[in-house]
C-alpha cells in the first residue's frame, strides 16, 4: 500500500542543510495498523506529510498504491489525496465556521459528488462516529473528543484506503483517546490500512507493528545495540 | 464548485466583520467616485446619434482666408450667400442649415402671462436627417421650405407648457407677433452633446422649444440668437446687407450615405471654392473641410476638460482604494493559511483554492458595488459643486450606471484579489498542518 525505498528529505538554507529523512525505508501492507513512534524530532511528521503526498522528497522513491508518486502533478497529487487518504491530526484542523456536516463534507466537495450522495456518506460517517445529532453544531460547541470524532469521521466519509493519523489522541484526556483509538481499531478491523504517528507507547502498543524513527531512519529496536536496553525497558513498562 | 464558492464567499463576509466593512468601504467609495464623475464624462462625451453620426457631416469653406480664419481651420458654420448656394446646389442626400432662435409666446389658458422661447430655424431636411422622433404630426417637406410655409414644430416639453400636452397638431401658435401653424410635435429628443449646435453653444445649454421653417425665418427678419462671427470691418446696414456680410452664422449640415459620397461632396466642395475665386468672391485658394459627428464634436472640444480631469482624479482614487483592498483581502486571506492547509489536505487543488479565494474577493466586490451605488445615488446630487449647472444635471443614475457601478467593483476588487488568492493558494499544506 505504502512503500518508501532509500528516501530523503532534506531542507535547504543557505547555510546548512538539514536531513529530516535519510535512507528512509518503509512498507505497509495492505490492512495493516502500523503505529511510528520516535522522539521529538526524528521525522515522524515529516514521514507523515510525505506519505499523505502534503509535501515533496528529495530523493529515493515513494509507491503508494503501486504509483509512483514523485513525478506526478499537484492535481494528480490532489486526487490521490482526496480518494484514497484520509488525514486525522493531533489539532483536529475542523473549520471553525463551518458546522459539523459541512466539515465533514469539504473532502466530498473536492470529488464533485452530488448533494445526495454527499448526504448519504456524511451521515452514516456521523452515524458511525456517534454524532449524527450533532451534524448543525459548530465545533467549538464541542469537547475535544467529539471534535476528533469529528475528523476521524470527515476522514472516513470519502472511504479511503489509507488512513493518515498523527498523534491522534495528543490532545484528548485518558478516557476520550481510548474511545477514539477504539474507534481507529475498529476501522481497521474493518480493513482499512492506518499509518498512526505517536509519541505514546501505549497507544503504538495497540498497532500491529511498530516503526521506531531515530534522525530520520527507521531503526530496528530489537536488533539495534544502540538501542536495545531501551527498547527492553519500554517493552517491560508496556507489558507492566 | 462555483456555488460552493459562493457559499463560502457570503459566509466569509460574516467573518472578520471590521475586516470586511473597511473593504467594502474602500470599494464603495472608490467605485462611487468613479461611477459620478464617469456619469458626467459619458453625458458630455458620448455619441449623441451613434446609428448614423458616420453619415452626418459638417461642411466648412474658408469665407474670409487665411489672414482671418481660424489659425488656418475655415469658420465653423456659412454666411448666408454661401449657405444658399450649397442649398440649391444639392450635392449630399440631405442637408439642413440651422440657426437659433429666441421668441416670445403667450399660453392659450388665461391668465397666463407671456413666457420666452428658443429654438431652431431649420430646413425640411432637419428632422429626417437626426431622426427627430414624433408624437404628433411630422415636420414639414421641402416643397413647404420653397413656399416658405408658417409652419413650426413644438418639442413635448414646450407643447405641455402651452397646449397641456394635447396633440396641437393644426392649431396655431403666435410666437414674437407672428402666427404659426403646429405640423407636429416632437417627442423628447435632446441629443447630449446637441452636435448640431455646439459651434454657436457648449451643446449641453437648455433644450429647445420649437423649431420653425428657416425661410420664412429669414422671411420675418428673425434674429440669429445664436453664434454671429463676422471679420473685418462691419459695415452692413439692415437685413438684406447682413444677408450679404461676411458674417457666419447658419449651422449647415449634410448627410452622406457613403464614404465615396463624402469624398465627392469634398471635391464638390473644393470645386465650389475655386468657383468663388474665379468669380472674385475669394482672393485665396480652396481650404474646406468635411467633419462627421465624431470628428466635429472632437475639433470642437465639447467634452469639459473639468470632467475629464475629475474622471480622472476618481480613478486614481478608486486605484488607490483597491491598493488597500489588496493588502487587506491579503491579511484577510492569509489569516485563513491553516484552513487552505486543511483544504489542501482534503484534497483541494491550488486551482481550486485560487477559485474559492477569487468568489470570495467577488462577493466582497459585490457588497462595495452595492455601496458603491447607494453612494453614487447620493453622491449626484453633488455633482453641482464640482460642474456647471447645465453639465451637472446631465449627471444621472440608469440602469446601465447600476450594471457598470456592480460590474466595475466585482472585476476591480477580482483584480485586487489576484495577488492575494495567489499567495493563499501557495500555502504549503504541510507546514501549517505541522505548526498546528
Known amino acids: 500500500m505504502l512503500k518508501m525505498t532509500h528516501l530523503s528529505k532534506v531542507y535547504r538554507t543557505e ?24 522522539p521529538s524530532g526524528s521525522g515522524k511528521t515529516t514521514f507523515l506529510t510525505i506519505a499523505g503526498l502534503l509535501e515533496t522528497f528529495t530523493g529515493g522513491e515513494y509507491h503508494l498504491d503501486g504509483v509512483e508518486v514523485s513525478h506526478l502533478d499537484d492535481n494528480a497529487r490532489s486526487k490521490i489525496r482526496n ?29 464533485g459528488m452530488k448533494a445526495p450522495e454527499r448526504k448519504e456518506r456524511i451521515m452514516g460517517a456521523l452515524e458511525r462516529v456517534g454524532l449524527a445529532s450533532r451534524a448543525k453544531h459548530y465545533p467549538a460547541e464541542l469537547s475535544g473528543g467529539q471534535q476528533q470524532r469529528v475528523a476521524i469521521a470527515r476522514a472516513l466519509a470519502g472511504s479511503p484506503r489509507l488512513l493518515l493519523a498523527d498523534e491522534p489522541t495528543g490532545n ?46 527507521v531503526v530496528d529496536l530489537a536488533e539495534d545495540p544502540r538501542f536495545h536496553t531501551a527498547y527492553v525497558a519500554a517493552a517491560g513498562q508496556v507489558r507492566g | 464548485m462555483f456555488g460552493y464558492y459562493i457559499q463560502l464567499g457570503l459566509r466569509s463576509l460574516r467573518r472578520n466583520p471590521m475586516l470586511t466593512a473597511l473593504m467594502v468601504m474602500a470599494i464603495g467609495f472608490g467605485v462611487a467616485a468613479s461611477m459620478i464623475t464617469y456619469s458626467v464624462f459619458r453625458a458630455v462625451s458620448g455619441n449623441p446619434i451613434p446609428e448614423k453620426s458616420s453619415q452626418l457631416f459638417v461642411p466648412q469653406i474658408d469665407s474670409w482666408g487665411p489672414g482671418q480664419n481660424e489659425k488656418g481651420e475655415p469658420p465653423g458654420a456659412f454666411n448666408y450667400v454661401d449657405a444658399m448656394a450649397l442649398m440649391r446646389a444639392h450635392q449630399a442626400s440631405r442637408m439642413a442649415l440651422i440657426y437659433k432662435v429666441m421668441l416670445s409666446t403667450v399660453p392659450h389658458d388665461a391668465n397666463s402671462v407671456p413666457v420666452s422661447a428658443q429654438g431652431f430655424a431649420v430646413t425640411s431636411d432637419f428632422f429626417p436627417m437626426f431622426d427627430v422622433p414624433f408624437l404628433y404630426g411630422n415636420g414639414w417637406n421641402a416643397a413647404e421650405d420653397n413656399n416658405r410655409a408658417a409652419d413650426i414644430v413644438l418639442t413635448a416639453e414646450f407643447n405641455q407648457r402651452v397646449f397641456g400636452g394635447a396633440n396641437s397638431v393644426g392649431k396655431n401658435i403666435t410666437l414674437s407677433g407672428h402666427d404659426y401653424r403646429v405640423v407636429g410635435v416632437a417627442r423628447h429628443w435632446d441629443p447630449s452633446p446637441r452636435f448640431y449646435d455646439v459651434w454657436a453653444e457648449d451643446g449641453f445649454d437648455n433644450q429647445p422649444d420649437f423649431y420653425l421653417l428657416l425661410n420664412r425665418a429669414l422671411d420675418l427678419h428673425t434674429d440669429n440668437a445664436g453664434r454671429n462671427s463676422c471679420r473685418g470691418t462691419i459695415s452692413y ?37 475655386v468657383e468663388q475665386q474665379r468669380a472674385g468672391r475669394y482672393g485665396w485658394k480652396p481650404n474646406v473641410r468635411l467633419r462627421d459627428v465624431t470628428d466635429w464634436l472632437e475639433y470642437r472640444e465639447v467634452v469639459p476638460p473639468e470632467s475629464r480631469i475629475s ?27 491553516g484552513e487552505i492547509g486543511v483544504r489542501r489536505a482534503l484534497g483541494a487543488t491550488r486551482h481550486e483554492i485560487y477559485a474559492q479565494y477569487l468568489v470570495e474577493a467577488a462577493a466582497i466586490g459585490l457588497a462595495g458595488g452595492a455601496l458603491g451605488l447607494l453612494l453614487t445615488v447620493v453622491g449626484m446630487s453633488g455633482v453641482g459643486l464640482l460642474f456647471a449647472p447645465e453639465i451637472a444635471r446631465l449627471a444621472h443614475v440608469d440602469l446601465s450606471l447600476v450594471g457598470l457601478t456592480l460590474v466595475a467593483a466585482i472585476v476591480a476588487t477580482v483584480a485586487a484579489a489576484f495577488y492575494p488568492a495567489w499567495r493563499a493558494a501557495q500555502v504549503q499544506p504541510a507546514w501549517q498542518l505541522k505548526s498546528n
Open chain 1, 172 to 217: 484528548l484526556d485518558t478516557q476520550m483517546a481510548r474511545g477514539v483509538l477504539e474507534l481507529l481499531e475498529e476501522i481497521h478491523r474493518e480493513g482499512a490500512t492506518i499509518v498512526m504517528v505517536t509519541h505514546d507507547p501505549e497507544l503504538a502498543a495497540r498497532a500491529q507493528r511498530n516503526v521506531h524513527i531515530i534522525d530520520g531512519q
Open chain 2, 237 to 273: 446696414n439692415g437685413w438684406d446687407e447682413y444677408l450679404q456680410s461676411n458674417c457666419v452664422w447658419l449651422m449647415p449640415w449634410v448627410e452622406l450615405d457613403t464614404a465615396s459620397d463624402a469624398a465627392r461632396y469634398l471635391r464638390f466642395l473644393e470645386s465650389y471654392s
Open chain 1, 83 to 111: 480518494e484514497k487518504i484520509g488525514f486525522i491530526f493531533q489539532a483536529f484542523n475542523l473549520i471553525p465556521d463551518l458546522n459539523v456536516f459541512d466539515n465533514v463534507e469539504v473532502p466530498l466537495r473536492y470529488r
Open chain 2, 311 to 337: 474622471l480622472v482624479v476618481a480613478v486614481c482614487f478608486f486605484f488607490i482604494c483597491l491598493v488597500n483592498t489588496v493588502g487587506l483581502l491579503l491579511a484577510k486571506f492569509m489569516r485563513r493559511a
Open chain 1, 15 to 38: 547555510v546548512v542543510e538539514t536531513y529530516a529523512l535519510r535512507d528512509f525505508n518503509i512498507d505497509v501492507k495492505e490492512g495493516e495498523f502500523v503505529a511510528v513512534t520516535g
